[in-house]
């Protein structure tokens, strides 16, 4: 029997049992004092100060936008090392100085990376931060300009490439000549080793597809580097953890050649010895036992090993959060851990309540891997081993007396959202209260990783402390807990002319259409999408997506790589979707390259680990650099597809997307696209959701749609 998809996608439920204390996941000891990440930021502010400043000042002066490109590097700075602003007013007058800045002929690489910074990180704003760091770009090859500078110009474009689902090949073997010219740069010390070695970590995580060769020459120019001893082994030590992996390669453990095994355990062997030296030498500093952690992980040496080189990290920096989430992924199931011993060493993260540090937001951090690994967030916060946890995670933040208010804004956010997701409505209020109108940036980021979105927040928090009264109250709770025949006897009770708003009487709409649905589609023809103002029953990875009128849904683009919507409808082997589709684009979107918008079925989560997108089968328009439009049958990758039809746009286009089997077709203003075999996309699962997909939608493009109905294929 075909059953409602809330039920089917919660089909990884985690059942965790209550046993012994796991060996390695005893309480952190809390150093009484000691440098805390703010001290780490400090010095490389002082070191930017020393070292990057007097090389732009040089291109400054004598221009008439020199106080202009100061002002926005120092703020820039502020932000990269010190964090959020301390006002709102604050983060609005550095926003508009950064575009105040490229609007004038400033093409200092510093000051352009910095108003890059400022514009993306505050504003989410890619087309003005792209402006910025395209004219940074334009000079990384000038070997007069300090090495880090050109490698973070670099390591930038990189993760706006990442975060777009682009490759970025090229910038491999480029970007490693760039770090062994940083490494050798004596502008790291004296007594700026220690930035030199975090930002190498930084850096070397960033690129991939190295060779023997590039990982022999970064040895010896390490080796040969003017910088001390325990710098030279920090940074020995981590360029022979990716060494290892490198040979190692990223096929499952079946699949590594005898050979490959030999050299991954060679490298990580002389890893070790490095990173051991390292500690030894300063065993003050965090990073070398931070790193340690993976070289354990790798080497299958147990919990207990992993706790050891944790609890040296954190000894010497308290809040060092690479050796919290390298504890966290070293724990996960894949690597020979397990669901409960993460989620038992979040619940040990919380019970610092060193709330004047991150440190208790790891265990946020530790409940979202999992979440995300499973597609169920409310099933992992709820669960008996961290439920109260999560409430007395939710009141430490909304208690704590946080005096920089761009961090308080983000610890009522998540307040709200972690409260919610272990079921304390009330708790979850107060905090949307105290959050404002809008979640930070940071915080609807999280909750789209998680699946969801504000107004899906909003709506179920409200309804679930009561707020339309017992009766929806009621409703809310027996969806969320997936009790179909309790919440349809509850729906029958609530008539529409008994609710207290529209918004309440569109809620209940809501669950009626998605519960009613499923029996619907069996009896035949053609149903509407249940879209309906809240957009309170679907799963939401972000992006803007609205309901602008009846039953018209909307997107407004950001940019990201994947921004999906996806409807509780259940497909299997027979289905179709149609509608109506509009375009506002703009200027700029003529000439951004490789967008693409359509309906996903099948689809389902991307889990955590390396990048991934969703599963689904896609019917896309695909928008091309030269303004072309193409009709697309993909799977979970965008350039990988079998046939397609160029079309014209309209200002109303209709789609049909039709799958049938292992076939499926898209048709785009009556040009169709033949039924495409879908077995080479390589779907997770035979069955998944009903859903829109944008990739890559320029900010600023809307997207409308119209008339969506579903049926069940014959």
């Known amino acids: 029997m075909r059953q409602t998809a809330f039920i089917t996608l919660g089909c990884i439920l985690l059942s965790l049992p209550c046993r012994a204390e796991l060996p390695g996941t005893g309480p952190i000891a809390i150093p009484e004092s000691g440098p805390l990440e703010k001290d780490h930021q400090a010095l490389r502010m002082r070191w930017a100060q020393k070292h990057l400043l007097p090389a732009a000042e040089p291109h400054w002066r004598g221009q008439a936008w020199a106080e202009q490109a100061r002002d926005v590097t120092l703020k820039g700075l502020q932000l990269w090392f010190g964090g959020p ?247 996960t199931e894949r690597w020979g851990g397990s669901d409960e011993l993460v989620l038992t060493l979040g619940r040990r993260f919380a019970e610092t309540r060193r709330y004047d540090t991150d440190v208790p937001e790891q265990f946020f951090q530790a409940c979202k891997q999992i979440a995300m690994e499973h597609g169920n967030a409310r099933k992992v916060f709820s669960n008996p081993l961290v439920k109260e946890t999560s409430s007395a995670f939710a009141r430490g933040l909304l208690d704590h007396q946080e005096t920089n208010p761009a961090r308080a804004r983000r610890s009522q956010g998540l307040a709200a959202v972690t409260a919610w997701l272990a079921g304390d409505d009330a708790l979850a209020s107060r905090a949307l209260k105290s959050a404002g109108r809008n979640l930070v940036t940071s915080v609807a980021r999280d909750l789209g990783d998680l699946l969801h979105h504000q107004g899906t927040l909003r709506t179920s928090v409200f309804a679930g402390n009561g707020g339309w009264g017992e009766g929806v109250q009621r409703l809310e709770h027996q969806y969320r807990q997936h009790d179909v025949a309790a919440a349809q006897q509850t729906l029958a009770g609530l008539a529409p002319e008994s609710l207290p708003t529209d918004n309440a009487r569109s809620y209940v709409a809501e669950i009626r259409a998605v519960l009613e649905l499923p029996e619907r589609l069996k009896d035949g023809g053609w149903h509407p999408l249940p879209v309906f103002q809240g957009l309170s029953t679907c799963l939401c990875s972000g992006g803007n997506w609205r309901v ?167």
């Open 548 to 714: 602008t009128a009846s039953g018209e849904l909307s997107l407004t683009g950001r940019d990201a790589a994947f921004l999906d919507l996806a409807f509780p409808i259940l497909v299997d082997e027979a289905f179709e979707i149609r509608g109506e589709v509009s375009y506002d684009l703009i200027p700029e979107a003529q000439w951004f390259a490789h967008w693409s918008f359509g309906p996903s079925l099948r689809w389902l989560p991307a889990r955590q680990g390396a990048f991934q997108p969703p599963h689904a089968v896609r019917g896309l328009t695909y928008h091309s650099r030269k303004g072309s439009v193409e009709a697309r049958v993909t799977g979970v990758w965008n350039n990988k597809f079998q046939d397609g039809r160029e079309v014209s746009l309209k200002p109303v286009n209709t789609f049909l997307a039709g799958l049938r089997g292992d076939q499926m077709g898209f048709t785009f203003n009556e040009a169709a696209v033949p039924p495409q075999d879908i077995k080479p996309f390589g779907l997770r699962h035979s069955k998944g959701l009903v859903a829109f997909t944008g990739m890559n939608v320029p900010a600023g493009v809307k997207i409308r749609l119209n008339k969506l109905e579903v049926r069940l294929a014959r």
């Open 85 to 331: 602003f301390e006002s709102a007013s604050g983060e609005a007058k550095t926003l508009e100085a950064a575009k105040a800045l490229l609007r004038t002929e400033c093409s200092e690489p510093l000051a352009c990376l910095m108003a890059h910074k400022i514009l993306w990180q505050l504003g989410q704003d890619w087309w003005g931060g792209n402006r910025g760091l395209g004219r940074a770009f334009k000079v990384i090859d000038d070997t007069a300009l300090p090495g880090a500078l050109r490698v973070w110009i670099v390591d930038e474009q990189i993760d706006r490439l990442k975060s777009l689902n682009w490759r970025y090949d090229n910038f491999h073997r480029e970007q490693a000549e760039r770090i062994a010219q940083a490494v050798s740069d004596a502008g790291y010390g004296p007594g700026f080793e220690p930035v030199l070695v975090r930002d190498f970590l930084d850096w070397m995580e960033n690129i991939r597809e190295l060779d023997e060769q590039v990982f022999q020459k970064l040895e010896k120019v390490i080796a040969d580097c003017p910088h001390d001893e325990w710098t030279r082994a920090c940074l020995l030590g981590d360029l022979h953890v990716h060494w290892a992996w490198f040979i190692r390669g990223g096929s499952w453990a079946r699949d590594v050649k005898d050979e490959a095994w030999k050299g991954f355990a060679e490298h990580l062997a002389t890893a070790a010895s490095h990173l051991g030296k390292a500690h030894k030498l300063h065993p003050e500093r965090p990073e070398a036992a931070a790193r340690m952690i993976q070289v354990v992980m790798g080497t299958n040496g147990g919990t207990e090993k992993l706790r050891a080189w944790f609890d040296r990290a954190v000894a010497a920096q308290f809040d060092y959060r690479n050796a919290y989430s390298g504890l966290v992924h070293a724990c």
